[in-house]
């Protein structure tokens, strides 16, 4: 909040001849504004002390102030402007449409003298005389963070960015990104994985996907499905970056016994020359999952049957994986239903597989309706993946 402080000096001369002010008053001001127009800076000191003593109603102190604030602006002298302020908003007599700019240079005097606590309170009671300001928003966001405030800070910095959504005006990706990490830093997780969704909504780069992505991933990371779930919609969005992000998805569904998937996606990662075929790690699995994929495929059509004829959900859901694994999304989805018509299976995780399933199917409609069935701790996985699907043409 660097703008420097403007000139309050009201023409003292016609305010002298108001009745709001007695004789001594009159004379004693116009003295200094007329000090001050000679650029005599000498006298409108002597003036300024004059006018000062002189003053008795609260309007001829807001008018003196105002004359001394003129000084300590042409002089650059601070020390004057920043009690010049302070005397005009003690006065009481400040016209209302003066307030907020008044607030606003005091904070900004404040703070550059590094007095934090007193630059908050000033920005905050500007932020209330000009609620739609969106860089002192911001600016006192970053005081609110310094004075160890981070949820207060988060929530100024969420206010700034829906106003300019409300104006119809593009939001910074930095905006975005600054909330976003005062809210990890401060272990904010709602708030963070909130703002990872509106960061992607905005700004869908494939670093964006990937950390929105990771952040949700971490957030349930004692659930393993859930973690799949995630790096599918890395690679969907086409965030994988790195043999590392390669190698822990392809384990993770590896350890799920979903290999036609782990082949998929070693093969791809092979194809972008990410991932290194000749090193020990990944040409062992690469190997393995491609032996026991081509033994799922026997078999899966008996499993379908068989899982269609349960009574419960349970093996259709676990039949629907394997089809979703080997990419036959269609039958995926009907499975899917199936399990969630049966029962007995988790809805969390039958609906965003079965939204999944669909999305690559390309069945927008239904694979957002999935998605918005989704409760409970999935709900915001959920969340993420319509957001990825809003972007599909």
Excluded: C
């Excluded at 606590?117 to 905050?124: G, S």
């Excluded at 075929?277 to 994929?293: D, M, V, W, Y």
Aim: aromatic share 6%; proline share 4%.
């Amino acid at each position: 909040m660097a703008a420097p402080p403007v000139q309050y000096a009201p023409a003292a001369a016609q305010e002298a001849q108001t009745a709001e002010l007695n004789k001594t008053e009159r004379a004693a001001l116009l003295a200094f504004r007329n000090g001050l127009e000679a650029r005599d800076y000498s006298a409108a000191t002597s003036a300024m002390n004059a006018a000062q003593s002189a003053a008795r109603s609260g309007y001829a102190r807001y008018l003196a102030s105002a004359l001394q604030l003129r000084l300590g602006v042409e002089t650059g002298n601070i020390g004057l402007q920043t009690t010049a302020i302070e005397a005009m908003i003690g006065s009481g007599a400040v016209p209302a449409a003066e307030l907020p700019l008044l607030y606003r240079n005091q904070a900004a005097l404040i703070q550059n003298a590094g007095r934090l606590d007193r630059t908050e309170t000033a920005l905050a009671r500007y932020v209330e005389l000009a609620p739609n300001d969106t860089d002192a928003l911001l600016a006192l966001a970053q005081v609110k963070n310094d004075r160890k405030k981070p949820q207060e800070a988060v929530a100024l910095l969420d206010r700034a960015i829906d106003q300019r959504k409300a104006a119809g005006q593009p939001v910074p990706e930095s905006w975005y990104r600054r909330a976003l990490s005062l809210a990890l830093q401060n272990q904010m997780l709602p708030q963070a994985l909130r703002l990872s969704r509106a960061l992607v909504a905005a700004y869908p780069s494939a670093v964006n996907w990937r950390d929105a992505a990771l952040i949700h991933r971490d957030a349930a990371r004692a659930d393993q499905e859930a973690a799949i779930d995630t790096w599918r919609l890395m690679r969907s969005a086409k965030a994988l970056a790195g043999e590392r992000d390669y190698l822990q998805f392809a384990q993770s569904l590896d350890t799920a016994g979903l290999a036609s998937e782990t082949k998929a996606v070693l093969d791809e990662g092979v194809a972008a020359k990410m991932v290194d075929p000749r090193k020990a790690a990944f040409k062992e699995l690469i190997t393995s999952s491609g032996k026991r994929a081509a033994a799922d495929r026997t078999g899966l059509n008996a499993r379908q049957t068989s899982a269609m004829a349960a009574a419960t959900g349970t093996a259709a859901l676990r039949a629907g994986d394997s089809f979703l694994a080997q990419g036959d999304f269609d039958k995926a989805a009907a499975l899917y239903r199936a399990a969630i018509q049966k029962g007995a299976v988790d809805p969390g995780v039958a609906n965003t597989r079965l939204g999944i399933a669909l999305a690559r199917a390309g069945q927008r409609a239904e694979a957002e309706a999935a998605f918005r069935a989704v409760t409970g701790p999935r709900a915001e996985l959920a969340n993420l993946w319509l957001v990825w699907l809003a972007q599909r043409a």
